[in-house]
């Protein structure tokens, strides 16, 4: 990874405001380690600087020991505390260690930190769910990051939902349990800015942020997808020993036409708060038909506002079929 950054660090100006170590259990990792990957980074002395960790892969001693190395901020993935509901997900984790890694992190000292929730699970409550919020609030967390479960082709949960061994999901359940969530995270103080994402004022993810606003970032390792600052996108070797061979030798890269890149700005950005700058669209050469978007902002999805494409209340709950709906709406510029 140290000979991956030096071979593409020339792309990006200044220093690294932001490092994200995830993907996998990085917390199994020895600090050592990751101290020495930050020095080859060299991030700015006020980077955002998170590591992913599991319960029960987590001890007081190594929290200090991440300190130390340099993590100012983890993301912990709690996913539930029903153990029913944790064996459905394969995680190793008990209830137990959920909760004890909760009440670790949030004494040891990180600038910030954040807990993955995952609801619409099989079977699961309204109730059941609700638990899971009044749990994770217990122990005041800055951040909340919320994932409803989700059919992705060829996946197991796929194959069992095709084979009719698992329920179907539930449309309305899952609008009640968003819903739920949200309003409860409003009331403790934790405000969403992007679909999936609630945070306490000034907790907000910064490296997150980066990609929720279009903007280019390095990504370092096998199989890490990366977007230069000349637009070129760009995957590592998606093997580990092939990226170890190579690390600076992706498997692809590519230069996105500009009606590909106005589509993935679209993708990318409405989710987040601020919307997509339609500036930014027209400096592709592109805008969003007013004809074909009428219907989204006449049935209050989406609003305009100082030139920006903003989600209304009624459009964060279908926001992921409504980017694809907008990004239809792209024209070229006459």
Same mark, same amino acid.
Do not use: C, M
């Given at each position: 990874m140290a000979r991956h950054w030096q071979a593409i660090s020339?792309?990006?100006?200044?220093?690294?405001?932001?490092?994200?170590?995830?993907?996998?259990?990085?917390?199994?990792?020895?600090?050592? !380690?990751?101290?020495?990957?930050?020095e080859v980074f060299e991030p700015s002395a006020s980077a955002e600087?998170?590591? =992913? %960790?599991?319960?029960?892969?987590?001890?007081? =001693?190594?929290? /200090?020991? !991440?300190? /130390? %190395?340099?993590?100012?901020?983890?993301?912990?993935?709690?996913q539930t505390f029903s153990p029913k509901h944790a064996r459905f997900l394969n995680r190793a984790h008990s209830v137990t260690d959920a909760r004890e890694l909760l009440t670790m992190v949030s004494h040891a000292g990180f600038n910030s930190w954040s807990a993955d929730l995952m609801f619409a699970l099989p079977h699961q409550t309204v109730p059941e769910f609700e638990q899971d919020i009044d749990t994770l609030l217990d122990t005041?967390?800055?951040?909340?990051?919320l994932y409803g479960l989700t059919a992705e082709p060829g996946t197991p949960y796929t194959r069992a939902l095709q084979a009719g061994s698992l329920p179907k999901q539930d449309e309305d359940t899952w609008a009640d349990m968003y819903e739920l969530a949200v309003a409860k995270l409003?009331? %403790?103080?934790?405000?969403r800015y992007e679909v999936s994402n609630f945070a306490r004022k000034g907790h907000r993810s910064h490296h997150n942020e980066h990609y929720w606003r279009a903007r280019p970032y390095a990504g370092i390792g096998a199989g890490a997808h990366g977007w230069l600052p000349n637009g070129q996108r760009t995957v590592g070797q998606a093997q580990p020993d092939a990226y170890i061979e190579n690390p600076d030798q992706w498997a692809k890269i590519e230069q996105p036409s500009p009606a590909d890149a106005a589509k993935e700005r679209v993708l990318s950005t409405l989710r987040h708060i601020d919307g997509v700058d339609l500036g930014a669209i027209a400096s592709l050469?592109?805008?969003l038909d007013q004809k074909r978007l009428s219907p989204f902002i006449h049935h209050n999805m989406v609003h305009i506002?100082?030139?920006?494409?903003?989600?209304?209340?009624?459009?964060?709950?279908?926001a992921d079929g409504l980017v694809q709906?907008?990004? /239809?709406?792209? %024209?070229?510029?006459?």
């Open positions: 020339h792309h990006f100006q200044g220093q690294p405001s932001s490092v994200f170590f995830g993907g996998g259990t990085p917390s199994l990792h020895p600090p050592e !380690l990751i101290n020495q990957l930050l600087i998170t590591l =992913e %960790a599991n319960p029960g892969t987590v001890t007081p =001693e190594l929290l /200090d020991k !991440l300190l /130390d %190395a340099g993590i100012n901020r983890l993301s912990l993935g709690i005041a967390p800055p951040h909340v990051s409003s009331q %403790a103080g934790i405000e050469g592109f805008h506002q100082k030139n920006h494409l903003i989600l209304r209340p009624k459009g964060w709950n279908i709906r907008i990004s /239809d709406a792209l %024209a070229p510029l006459t």
